[in-house]
C-alpha cells in the first residue's frame, strides 16, 4: 500500500471514530448518488422511471453489504464489533451477578495487592528522582577486602575529585544530620536536616518552589542560611511566601530561610527525607568542634556526581578512584607513627566505586526491603494466578451451558476467530473492572505496607503517588490475568470436537473433566508453596521473637532526650541528665531508672574504636581489635536484667573523671582472656586505658537478629555526650500511668527538653522485626487466601463431578450401594486430585524456597515442621471442602436420578 493510501485510509478511520454520524450520512449519500446516476442512465436507454430503478439496484446488488463495506474502510465496523461485543457482555455479567461478583472480587483482591506491593517496590527501588536528567546522576562508595561496601566517604577525598575530575559536570556531598530542634520564635519541635555542599541543587538541576536554592557561596564558614523542604512548608508555614527571609532557630542557632525546594523533591536518599538542608559549612555553627573537615580516613559524607554528556562510567570510575587513593596515600604519610601502618594499608587496599544514583543513593529503607519485596511480588503472583484458574474453571462451567448457542451461531455463519474474540471479551470486562477496582486497592494498600514496613515513622519518607509505571504494571497484570483465565475456555467452548452435543456428549464431559482436575491440581500445588513460604516465614518470626535477648523487655520504658537541641554544652547536658535521672528514681512505681547513649534495639550500630592493648600485650596494628562500646550510668545492669557473669556493676565513684573503669562483654571475655578472670586486668582502647571491673552476659543490643559481639561499656557521666541520650525505666502497673508520671518528671525537672521515641522496650523489639512480622503476615494473608481458593476450585469440581455422575450414583444405590460407599467415593477422588497436587506443590516448594534462605533465622528453606503443617493444614482444608460434594452424592435418591434413563 502507498503511503498516500495508508494515510488516507488512517484519516478516515480517525474522522469515523469521532464523527459516526456524519460518516454515515457521507456513506448514505454516496450510494443514494451512484444509485441515482445508474437510474438516469437507465431511463435515458428507454426504461420507465420503475423499471429504471430495479434495474440499477440489481446492478448494485446488495446496497447493505456494499454499506458495511465501506463502513469497514472507514474502520467503524470493528469498533461497532466491539461495542456489541461489550455491550453483550455486560448483560451476561448482569445475568450472573453471583459469578461476576465472585470472579470480580477475587481478582481485584488478587490484582490490588500485586498492585500496592508493586507501588512500594517502586517507591523504594524503581523510581527516579524528580531531577533533571537523573540517568546522568551516579553515586560513589569504596570497598575494601572482607567488608561491605561503604556508602560514606571522607570529606578532603570529596574536595579534591570535585576539583580535579574532568569527568563530572559537578560533584556534591551529602551528610544528613537527622533530628533538630527548629523553632520560629514559638515553642520548638523537632525536625529532621541535612548538609549539603553549596551546589547541590544546580547539580541535580532543580529550581525552587519559592525563593531561591543554595548556591556555591552559600557553602562558606558560619553562612547561616537554609533551603525547607516544600511537604514542610505546607506543614509547619502554611504555604506562605512571607517565609523566604524569615529567621527559624535550629538547636538555637538562627539560619535565615532563602528558598524552599520544588514539590516532590524529598532528597536524594531515598527513605530519609529532610525538612530543611543548610550548606555543609554551616556544621560548625551547628557544632562548636566543627566536622572532620581534614580527616582523610574519616568517613560521614554521601558524594553523587553527575557525567558530562557522553562520558563513561568506566573512565569516571577510574578517574575518581586514582584522585581518591592519592589523596588518602598523601594523608597516610602524614598521619602519626603509630597509626601509620594501619592508614597505609587502608590507603593501599581502598577501591573507589561509581554506581548509578538515578533512583537515590545509600538508601538504608532500599537495602532493608528490596528483597522482601520481591519474594512478596513473586508470592502474590502467584495468589493472582491461582484466582486466574479459578474464574477460569467456572468459566468453563458456564461454557457447557452455551455449547447450543454457539454451534449455532457457527452454523449460520460465524467465524470462530469471531466467537473468541466475543468470548475473550468477556473475559477482558470482568479483568477490566477487576483491574480499576485493584487500582484504587494497590493505591490504599501501599500506604498500609509501608505503614507496617515503618511502625514508627511519623511522615511517609517516599512518595506513594501513582505513576505511569504503576498504572501500566497494573495493566499488564490484568492483561495476563484475562489470558490465563479466558483464552483456555474460549478455544475449548469453540473447539469442532465439542460441537456434536448428540453423537460426542460422553467424551466432552471427560474431556472438560480431565481440564478441570488438571486446573484444581495447579491450584492446589500453587497453594502448597505459597502454604510453605508462609509456614517459613512464620517459624521465623518466631524464633526472633524467642530468641534469648540478654535483658528482659518487660515493663520498661524507654524515652530519648538531647540536650544539644536545647543549646546546651556537654557540662550543662550531663547536669540535665542527672538531674532527670535522679527524680525518675524516685517515682512511685519505678523499679529503676538508668541512662545510655545506645537506645536498645534500635538499629542503630554502636560506636565503634579499636582495641590496642589487653593486659599487657600490645597489639600490632594489624591485629587490633574491633569492638563496640555504649556509655551507661550506673544500675544499667539491673534495669535491664542483664546478668553480671563477674566483678560488679558501676558505682557512682566510676564517674570520677580518674576513674578509668569499664565493663566487658562476655564474647570479649571468652575470645581474650579464655584461661584468666578479666577483672582487675587492663584494656587499651587506642590511648584511654582502663580496668575491668565486671564482666557482662551477652545481649543481643542493637537488633535481634544480631549475635553477639564483643563490647565494652564504660560510665556515661565521665563525658557526657552531648548527643542524645536514652532513658530506661523499669516501672509496675500501667504503661499509661507510668508514661504520664515520666512526662510531668521531664517537664518539671527540664521543661526545655523535648521527649521522644517514647517506646516500650516491648514494643521496640517488635519495631525492630517490622520487616519479619511484614513478611510472616502478608505472607500468611496470600496463604489464606490461595487456601481459599484451592477449596473454591475443588468444590466445585465435585460439585460437578456428582451432578454429572448422578445417573451412574443412582444405578448404584439401585443395585444395593450404601450411602456411605458413595459418600467414601467421592473422598477418595477428591484425596487423589489433592495428593498429586501435594506432590507437585512439594516439589515447587523445595525448588522455591530457596529463594527465601536469606530471609529466614534460626530455620533452613528446608524446615519439616513448615513442610509438615502446611501439607497438613492443605489436606485439613480439602476434606472440608468435600464434604458437601461427598453428602450430596450420599443423599442422591435412586428414582428421582433414573427417572430420564
Known sequence: ?????????????????????????????????????????????????????????????????????????????????????????????????MFAAFAIASLSLGIGATGAIFSLLNAIVLRELPVKNPEQLVSLYITMPGRPPNWSLPYPQFEAMRARNTSLDGLIAISPIGRVSVSNGGHPELSSAEAVSGDYFRVLGLQPSAGKLLAADDDAPANATA?????????????????????????????????????????????????????????????????????????????????????SFQRAEQELDLIYKQVAAAAAQLSPPAERSTTERLARDVRLKIDSAA?????????????????????????VLMASLNVGTLLLSRSQGRQREIATR?????????????????????????????????????RILLRM??????????????????????????????????????????????????????????????LDRALVVAQVALSLVILVSAGLFARSLQSLWLRDTGYDRENVLMFSVDAGLA?????????????????????????SATVSVVRPVSGDFYLVDRVTQIGDRALPDDQRIRVAFDSVAPGY?????????????????????????????????????????????????????????????????????????????????????????????????????ALQRIRGVVSRTEPALAMFNVRTLDAQTADSLARENLLAL????????????????????????????????????????????????????????????????????????????????????YDPVAFAAATFLLMTMAVVASIIPAARASRIDPMTALKYE
Open 410 to 446: 457457527l452454523a449460520l455463519g460465524a467465524g470462530r476467530a469471531r466467537i473468541v474474540r466475543q468470548l475473550l471479551t468477556e473475559s477482558l470486562l470482568l479483568a477490566a473492572l477487576a483491574g480499576i477496582i485493584g487500582l484504587f486497592i494497590s493505591s490504599w494498600g501501599s
Open 1 to 97: 500500500m502507498r503511503f498516500e493510501r495508508w494515510f488516507y485510509t488512517v484519516l478516515l478511520r480517525i474522522r469515523s471514530l469521532f464523527k459516526r454520524s456524519v460518516v454515515e450520512d457521507d456513506i448514505n449519500d454516496e450510494l443514494q448518488y451512484h444509485l441515482d446516476r445508474q437510474i438516469e442512465q437507465n431511463v435515458a436507454d428507454g426504461l420507465s422511471p420503475e423499471d429504471a430503478r430495479y434495474a440499477a439496484l440489481r446492478t448494485f446488488g446488495n446496497t447493505t453489504a456494499t454499506r458495511e463495506r465501506l463502513r469497514a474502510i472507514g474502520g467503524w465496523s470493528s469498533l461497532e464489533a466491539l461495542t456489541n461485543d461489550v455491550r453483550y457482555g455486560l448483560r451476561l455479567l448482569r445475568r450472573s451477578p
Open 567 to 591: 543549646g546546651r554544652q556537654p557540662p550543662e547536658a550531663g547536669a540535665a541528665y542527672r538531674n532527670i535521672l535522679q527524680e525518675l528514681q524516685t517515682l512511685p512505681n519505678v523499679q
Open 778 to 861: 502478608l505472607s500468611s494473608y496470600f496463604a489464606v487466601f490461595a487456601v481459599l481458593l484451592m477449596c473454591i476450585g475443588l468444590y466445585g469440581l465435585l460439585n460437578y463431578s456428582v451432578a454429572r455422575r448422578t445417573p451412574e450414583f443412582g444405578l448404584r444405590m439401585a443395585l444395593g450401594a450404601k450411602s456411605r460407599t458413595l459418600y467414601w467415593m467421592i473422598l477418595r477422588e477428591s484425596f487423589a486430585t489433592v495428593l498429586v497436587g501435594a506432590v507437585a506443590g512439594i516439589a515447587g516448594s523445595l525448588a522455591v524456597t530457596r529463594l527465601l534462605q536469606t530471609q529466614l533465622f534460626d530455620i533452613g528453606p
Open 637 to 737: 545492669f539491673y534495669t535491664l536484667r542483664i546478668p553480671l557473669l563477674a566483678g560488679r556493676e558501676f558505682e557512682e565513684q566510676d564517674n570520677e573523671p580518674a576513674s578509668r573503669t569499664v565493663i566487658i562483654s562476655e564474647t570479649m571475655a571468652r575470645r581474650h582472656f579464655a584461661n584468666e578472670s578479666p577483672v582487675g586486668q587492663f584494656i587499651s582502647l587506642g590511648r584511654d586505658r582502663r580496668q575491668i571491673i565486671g564482666v557482662a552476659a551477652d545481649v543481643r543490643y542493637a537488633n535481634v537478629k544480631d549475635a553477639p559481639r564483643e563490647v565494652v561499656y564504660r560510665p556515661i557521666f565521665q563525658a557526657p555526650a552531648r548527643f542524645h541520650v536514652s532513658f530506661q525505666v523499669r516501672y509496675r502497673g500501667a504503661t499509661e500511668e
Open 453 to 514: 514496613a515503618l511502625p514508627s515513622a511519623s511522615e511517609l519518607p517516599v512518595d506513594l503517588t501513582l505513576d505511569l509505571r504503576v498504572v501500566l504494571f497494573m495493566i499488564a497484570v490484568s492483561a495476563l490475568a484475562c489470558l490465563a483465565f479466558g483464552l483456555i475456555p474460549a478455544l475449548r467452548t469453540t473447539s469442532p470436537q465439542r460441537l456434536n452435543l448428540a453423537s460426542r456428549e460422553i467424551a466432552v464431559t471427560r474431556r472438560r473433566s480431565s
Open 359 to 383: 533512583t537515590g543513593t545509600a538508601s538504608g529503607l532500599r537495602a532493608t526491603y528490596q528483597s522482601s519485596l520481591q519474594l512478596l511480588l513473586m508470592l502474590i503472583s502467584a495468589v
Open 227 to 311: 533551603v525547607i523542604s516544600h511537604g514542610y512548608w505546607q506543614r509547619r508555614f502554611g504555604g506562605r511566601p512571607s517565609v523566604i527571609g524569615s529567621q527559624i532557630f535550629i538547636n538555637r542557632q538562627p539560619f535565615t530561610i532563602v528558598g524552599v525546594a520544588p514539590k516532590g523533591f524529598l532528597g536524594a536518599v531515598v527513605g530519609s527525607p529532610a525538612d530543611i538542608a543548610i550548606p555543609m559549612r554551616a556544621l560548625d555553627v551547628l557544632n562548636e568542634q566543627g566536622a572532620p573537615w581534614g580527616e582523610a580516613f574519616s568517613t560521614w559524607i554521601y558524594i553523587v556526581g553527575r557525567l558530562k554528556d557522553g562520558e
